[in-house]
């Protein structure tokens, strides 16, 4: 098995090579390169150095990733004859995935490899931009770059931008993050006589960069906290503070009990937003509903029993696992496929931890909700009406033992009865696929809507409720209701 021996270019010309690497350049029998568009190599051209490079595989690939693994496969079948020397920009351990692929095939015994040497283009780049790293910085690749990828607060380098569309796409994702005028800087050929720093606003990125080899974007940190709120980090260290020792004495206080109404009124408005079909109304109250995790998180951490990673860690457990058809090898063709699969390894997993059928269904600020995972739970084990006219026949005969009691039992009696009567109507809710719990909020909220439309006419006319009747109020009611329809 013979040797590829892989030399870094370096970052620049030839002032800036190792005399060995020279050296070794001049002398190769069999020297073949990842592309010859490089200062080193057009320099050592008219030396009368000669060469095979690769540029033609990117001509004919569309994918960076095929020209990659073309150019491995056939350094892999030109070492079976002879050693080869493989000279690639820069460093070869850094940003340079065709070097990545063949220490791949080292380990997999197909190849032995020999690193040598190359000035990687960090160096000049940091001191071009005179930026220390020790301060935080990230290397990232252009042509796979996804925004949850960018730290706001680092010094940002991008390579491998090899054309306009890629340039493109790297912008649209910057601005997700950083707003559109955000001044970023191209740097080109690093440490050379040619070292150029063009500075724009991002928005114009993909209009004037130069592609080559040689080029990398540099996009500098945003240290103030209020112009990184689009990061996770951000609210979290937000909560922190709230609940820290210089904090607000109110977040402070909280509780996981105290929190509990808060979390409900923040679904709730939710709700409505999402009924009113309002985007932003939707983001608004996202946002006090994610405020709900965070500061519950934040208790659990101040506490020392768990933290926002352990959330994180638990529901994406449980979505990898609840998932086997997108992250296993289970078949799902539809729905009811998801969903039968979904209830079965739930149905798995509470076989380990339960006793009973009923253990974590109850909603202790819902007992409408309660009532309905308990009635949808037994179901699912036989026990339930066969048809809807059974609950019908419950609903009448509860209803009638309600009123006996209200005629000749306790407060205690009644309530029980009353209590009989609402879990018939939650039943009767269930199968015929109704939400008794959205059912309630939208009664609720039909009931506010119209009381307020009665207030607005009593304001309007007599100006007090006492100068009106309840059938004078009444035909408020119905005026309010015959405007809604």
Known sequence: MNEITIIGLGASDLDQLPLGIYKKLKTAEHLYVRTEQHPVLQEL???????????????????????????????LQLAKDNPVIYAVPGHPLVAEQTVQ?????????????????????????????????????????????????????????????????????VKLTLMEKYPDEYEVTIVTAAGSSQEKLTKVPLYELDRVMKLDNLTTLYVPPILAQENRLKEWQTLRQIVADLRGPNGCPWDKEQTHDSLKKYAVEEVYELLQ???????????EELGDVLLQVFLHAQIGEDNGYFSLEDILAAISDKMIRR?????????????????????QIKAEEQKKITESLLDGEMRTD??????????????????????????????????????KELEVGTKDTQV???????????????FYGLSPELAMMQANEKFNRRFQFIELRVKEGKG????????????????AKKLER
Do not use: C
């Open 273 to 283: 937003a999402i009924d009113e079909e309002d985007d932003e109304h939707i983001v």
């Open 366 to 403: 819902s007992s409408l909700l309660t009532s309905f995972n308990y009635q949808k739970k037994v179901a699912k084990v036989g026990f339930d009406w066969p048809d809807v006219s059974g609950a019908w026949e419950k609903f009448e005969e509860e209803l009638d033992e309600w009123k």
């Open 101 to 169: 692929l063949l220490v791949e095939a080292e380990r997999q015994g197909k190849v032995i490899i020999r690193i040598e040497g190359g000035q990687s283009f960090l160096d000049p780049i940091f001191a071009a931009l005179r930026i220390d790293p020790i301060e935080g910085f990230q290397l990232l690749d252009g042509t796979s770059l996804k925004r949850d990828d960018i730290q706001m607060g680092s010094h940002v380098l991008i390579g491998q931008v090899y054309d306009a569309f890629s340039a493109s796409e």
């Open 416 to 430: 029980d009865e009353l209590g009989d009567l609402l879990f018939t109507v939650v039943n009767l809710a269930r």
């Open 323 to 343: 998932h086997p058809h997108v992250f296993g090898d289970v078949v799902a063709n539809n729905s009811e496929d998801v969903l039968r699969n979904w209830q």
């Open 45 to 75: 051209k008219a030396e009368g150095l000669t060469w095979t490079s690769f540029d033609g595989i990117y001509e004919k690939n569309e994918q960076f990733e095929g020209v990659y693994e073309e150019i491995v496969d056939e350094l």
């Open 464 to 479: 007090d409720f006492s100068s009106y009747n309840l059938e004078e109020l009444d035909g408020f009611w119905k005026e």
